[in-house]
Structures are given as structure tokens and as C-alpha cells.
Antibody, heavy 121, light 111 residues
Framework: EVQLLESGGGLIQPGGSLRLSCAAS????????MNWVRQAPGKGLEWVSG????????YYADSVKGRFTISRDNSKNTLYLQMNSLRAEDTAVYYC??????????????WGQGTLVTVSS | QSVLTQPPSVSGAPGQRVTISCTGG?????????VNWYQQLPGTAPKLLIY???NRPSGVPDRFSGSKSGTSASLAITGLQAEDEADYYC???????????FGGGTKLTVL
């Protein structure tokens, strides 16, 4: 079964750091670009970051550029999101999502269940 | 304010047809970038419904269809069913932002 399982969320104070992980199974992880998408409570979806198959290409939304770092370990079938200098507005459910694999489309065909990050003092 | 504009809500009776619009601009949909659509049922992760403007992934009923014209795209749902009640999001690439963008979402209510 194709599956993505996020972990690492929790309550963190403003200015703090957190690392999210996403364990993939059921597909050839190293063959697909991966993304993080977040959803603030009661709000819509926001693309956060993406990474290509090798990890050599990384992309970020302006709202997190310079604070978040996406990475992947293809030997462990795991995607990461290192989040630094966290702000209250980063509070959201964070989803990892697999790219469909068609170049230029950006469609996300497999999603994890999400992990909640709450930034509050 | 989302780069892609969707109506906050739409509604329809069972069996009817509804459409959800997604309006962008010259740096996203109008630039030729494809549009994807997602369905998010309450309390669950989003699910891919349409990719590349008009294509349905395996398992998505043909009641769901997508189209694109100029700077806008639309999702049509025919034969509306109670289980279609959900939030729907469009997505495309924006060259000005150099990243993927989502619409603000549309809540579909089945009357």
C-alpha cells in the first residue's frame, strides 16, 4: 500500500525549531519529487516547499524562505522539513505529499495524514 | 488573498450539476500552466481529483471533470451526491512567485 506517514509535530514556542519527518512506503521514493503543504486551522491549503528526486533542487514559498529547509534521504525513504525561527503564523497541519511524476504538472497524488504544529508561548 | 480566486461556497441538490471556478492571471493559468483540483472531505487530507486541466486519476468517477480557458479553470460535478460535500481547491504554478499556488478553496454543500 502506498503510504506517507508524518511525525515530529507539536507545541513549540515562537522563535523555536522543529523538524518534521515523512516516512514513505509502497512506492519507489527516490523516483518522485516531494512536497510539504500546510493548512492553518480553518484555512485553505498553502504550498510550503518542494524537492526534486535527488535532493539537489529545493523550492520554497516566500513565507518560509530562509527559515525552513527541505531535505530527503532516499536510502531511508524519508522526507524532512527543518523549521527554524518559528512564528505564530506557522501554526498549521503540515502534510507531506508525493508528486504525480508528470513534469511541470505539480499534481500531488499521495498525501500523508498530516502533523499539527502549534507555535505559541 | 490567494493568487487563484475561487468562490467561497457553492451548493446544489442531489443529482444536479455544479461548477466551481478558479480565476488566475497572466503569471499562472494564463501563462499556460496546468491546473489541478483537489477534494478535501472534513477532517481528512486532500485527494487529487483532476490533474493537468482535464485528466482524472484512476478511481475518480467521471462525474468529475475539469476545463480551462484563458486565465480561468473550472471543475464540474454532475449527478451530485451527498458524499460530494467537501472543500475543493484548485492549484497551479505561478511564475512571479516561482512556486505552486492554491486557490482559497470552495465549500460545496449538497442541499
Amino acid at each position: 500500500e502506498v503510504q506517507l506517514l508524518e511525525s515530529g509535530g507539536g507545541l513549540i514556542q515562537p522563535g523555536g525549531s522543529l523538524r518534521l519527518s515523512c516516512a514513505a512506503s509502497g512506492f519507489t521514493f527516490s523516483s518522485y519529487a516531494m512536497n510539504w503543504v500546510r493548512q492553518a486551522p480553518g484555512k485553505g491549503l498553502e504550498w510550503v516547499s518542494g524537492i526534486n528526486t535527488s535532493g539537489g533542487g529545493t523550492y520554497y514559498a516566500d513565507s518560509v524562505k530562509g527559515r525552513f529547509t527541505i531535505s530527503r534521504d532516499n536510502s531511508k525513504n524519508t522526507l524532512y522539513l527543518q523549521m527554524n525561527s518559528l512564528r505564530a503564523e506557522d501554526t498549521a497541519v503540515y502534510y507531506c505529499a508525493k508528486d504525480l511524476g508528470i513534469v511541470g504538472i505539480g499534481a500531488l497524488d499521495i498525501w500523508g495524514q498530516g502533523t499539527l504544529v502549534t507555535v505559541s508561548s | 488573498q490567494s493568487v487563484l480566486t475561487q468562490p467561497p461556497s457553492v451548493s446544489g441538490a442531489p443529482g444536479q450539476r455544479v461548477t466551481i471556478s478558479c480565476t488566475g492571471g497572466s503569471s499562472n493559468i494564463g501563462a499556460g500552466y496546468g491546473v489541478n483540483w483537489y477534494q478535501q472531505l472534513p477532517g481528512t487530507a486532500p485527494k487529487l481529483l483532476i490533474y493537468g486541466n482535464t485528466n482524472r486519476p484512476s478511481g475518480v468517477p467521471d462525474r468529475f471533470s475539469g476545463s480551462k480557458s484563458g486565465t480561468s479553470a473550472s471543475l464540474a460535478i454532475t449527478g451530485l451526491q451527498a458524499e460530494d460535500e467537501a472543500d475543493y481547491y484548485c492549484q497551479s504554478y505561478d511564475s512571479s512567485l516561482s512556486g505552486w499556488v492554491f486557490g482559497g478553496g470552495t465549500k460545496l454543500t449538497v442541499l
